[in-house]
């Protein structure tokens, strides 16, 4: 017989109330392993969530992996927790629980809630810290101001295996700390605000990208330790980067050392394969109205906003959530009890996961990817909405390149594709994405959508981004766009900076990086991102020349700046377009510009001449680029 467990708890009864009333939201401080100190001796405590067990051990290479030697103690309170202290073991200590269920079934499970697994395909859990020194002070006591809702925020979206490899070794993974020495830089050179990081969470199924979890408060070991991310995440703060995580509370896999049927019962996943399972991604759905189930995902949610210090959350597949019928035929969905396709239980989970986390971290943001029209995703849960900060603008996605992959001459018959989006645009909080799902399973990449020859792709996809930048609502660029990627993303490889080398990505390049330049030092383009007073058409009804004209509207007056765009190949000469007042309006940034491989055809100012056009008193005639998008402000 080996060193028997202690009776110890870290658990207070006000702690187990809260657990099993869904209202405790720092589970990990409490659940999983613990380096701690008892009755003069160092050990590990350890707690899990187990009520379906007859009996749960930990088992690891300290005992020989053998199930008798170390078995925890149930609870007396009827919570279904087990727990208890084995001494003489510590940090590094890899380990499972051994769970017998009440049916008879011999189970081992990694540690829900583990801070470190091991390297895939292996899957224990590892006895982990999240201590670290931090240094971004400086960035967490302004995060408040960087983060505002008027403040450009400009998204580069990556996933850390596949942005960059070992040129030397191109199959093998940078960590977290390599990664960090090359990020960094590129960032600070190309301008973007804001890095998001597919899942880190750690997944056994590489393919999967990270949507797949099975370690929840696992920093994903193949790129390094809890600390390693930590200095990934700090060494962005220094440089006023800030960083969402994506996160997913909707499915989970069904590996047998993971959630699914944890304690030989459906303790996380709905028992009806109705609601319990996803046909797209043949996975488990967690059951939200279960009090525990709610407390494990807030918990998870903080614990990434408080142990890692992340800026954001963006939540995945929210759509899913919300709907009983999501991707289910008739008869495959049972409607809710008043009847409806709504899932209730969802909802009331997101809303309270929006609550405590503004509650607790006030200054960060979350993010739904939601692709229907439910009403206020991002409105205050006080008045009816859901909570979140922001919502993907899916349809603006969608139909914007709808509309640059046709070719030019048909342009005039899809006009309205860009000009829809902005009927709706304030209906709620938008970021406009251009995301990792439109480059992959056959999509193509961004520049290979674009229509025509090689010079006309790159000049539509450098109009596609000016017409993305200035419009109202914060941006996302997944990685490889910024140069014009050619190879659809593939999560195997490294992106192809190779491209670099060549003038027409390099181009690409500068351009985004201008663009995020323009983009932060012009206070119209995101101050008033969310309200329709920050945009007013100038011209949108143009379908004939495919052309098109706003204004972008910031606090003062001054700041104001005039867009067009010219969609066609043809050049526009003496084109007129009407001015809110008169002056010289200079160009600020045009997508020809030699420097982004455009043709060159550019000017510099125009003064404006009082002919009545377009609804205003003044007007200027300008030369429209081919394919081309400027933005001109006036001068003070």
Do not use: C
């Amino acid at each position: 017989m080996g060193q028997p467990v202690e009776v110890f708890s870290l658990l207070t009864a006000f702690d187990i109330s809260l657990f099993r009333a869904g209202r405790h939201y720092k589970l990990y401080e409490k659940f999983g392993s613990h380096v701690v100190e008892y009755s003069g001796q160092s050990g590990v405590y350890f707690a899990v969530w187990a009520p379906y067990a007859s009996q749960v051990s930990v088992i690891g290479n300290f005992n020989g992996w053998n199930p008798y030697t170390h078995l925890l103690h149930v609870r007396w309170d009827g919570s279904g927790v087990w727990e208890g202290f084995i001494p003489n073991i510590g940090i590094g200590e890899v380990y499972k629980y051994h769970i017998n269920s009440m049916a008879g079934e011999q189970l081992e499970k990694a540690d829900p809630f583990a801070l470190i697994s091991e390297l895939p395909p292996q899957t224990a859990s590892i006895v982990g810290t999240t201590w670290y020194e931090w240094d971004d002070k400086n960035w967490m006591s302004q995060r408040a101001q960087f983060n505002s809702l008027d403040k450009p925020m400009s998204v580069y979206e990556m996933h850390l295996g596949s942005w960059q490899r070992d040129p030397s070794d191109p199959d093998r993974l940078l960590s977290y700390r390599e990664i960090a020495d090359r990020l960094v830089p590129y960032i600070i050179e190309t301008g973007f605000t804001h890095v998001e990081f597919l899942p880190v969470m750690e997944h056994p199924f590489y393919p999967s990208w990270g949507y797949q979890i099975a370690g929840y408060f696992a920093a994903s070991s193949r790129y390094g330790g809890p600390q390693d991310l930590m200095y990934l995440i700090e060494s962005l703060h220094k440089h006023n980067i800030g960083v969402i995580l994506d996160w997913v509370p909707s499915h989970y896999p069904g590996d047998a050392h993971g959630l699914y049927r944890f304690d030989g019962s459906f303790l996380y996943e709905h028992e009806d394969i109705r609601k319990g399972f996803h046909p797209d991604w043949k996975s488990y759905i967690f059951n939200y109205g279960r009090n525990e189930v709610r407390s494990f995902l807030i918990s998870n949610a903080l614990f990434w906003l408080d142990r890692y210090h992340v800026d954001g959350l963006r939540v995945d597949a929210v759509a899913s959530m919300l709907y009983l019928d999501y991707s289910r035929n008739e008869g495959e969905w049972e409607p809710n009890k008043f009847g409806g396709r709504e899932n209730l239980e969802a909802v009331e989970f997101l809303k309270e996961f929006n609550e405590a986390v503004y509650h607790h971290f006030p200054d960060v943001h979350t993010i739904a990817e939601e692709s229907t029209s439910w009403p206020g995703v991002s409105k205050p849960t006080s008045v009816g909405g859901l909570g979140f900060g922001m919502k993907w603008m899916m349809g603006w996605m969608h139909d914007t390149l709808d509309y640059f992959k046709e070719d030019p001459i048909n342009r005039r018959y899809h006009h309205h594709k860009l000009t829809f989006a902005t009927v709706y645009a304030y209906h709620e909080n938008f970021m406009l994405p251009l995301s990792h799902d439109e480059v992959v399973h056959g999509k193509k990449s961004l520049l290979y959508k674009m229509p025509g020859d090689e010079w006309q792709k790159f000049a539509n996809l450098r109009a596609l981004y000016l017409y993305m930048f200035t419009l109202t609502g914060t941006k996302l660029l997944f990685m490889g766009d910024e140069f014009a990627q050619t190879a659809e993303w593939n999560e195997n490889k490294s992106l192809d900076w190779h491209l670099l080398d060549y003038s027409p990505h390099k181009g690409m390049l500068r351009f985004v990086t201008a663009l995020n330049r323009v983009y932060k030092s012009q206070p119209a383009l995101y101050q008033k991102a969310f309200v329709s007073d920050g945009f007013q058409w100038v011209e949108q009804g143009d379908y004939t020349n495919s052309v098109y004209a706003y204004l972008r509207k910031g606090y003062e007056e001054k700041d104001n700046l005039l867009v067009i765009l010219n969609l066609t190949p043809v050049v526009r000469k003496e084109f007129r377009i009407g001015v809110p007042k008169n002056g010289v309006w200079e160009e600020i940034l045009n997508s020809d510009q030699l420097e982004f491989n455009g043709s060159g055809l550019i000017g510099e100012a125009y003064n404006s001449t009082h002919v009545h056009w377009m609804g205003f008193e003044q007007s200027i005639t300008i030369t429209l680029p081919p394919l081309g998008g400027i933005i001109l402000k006036r001068k003070a």
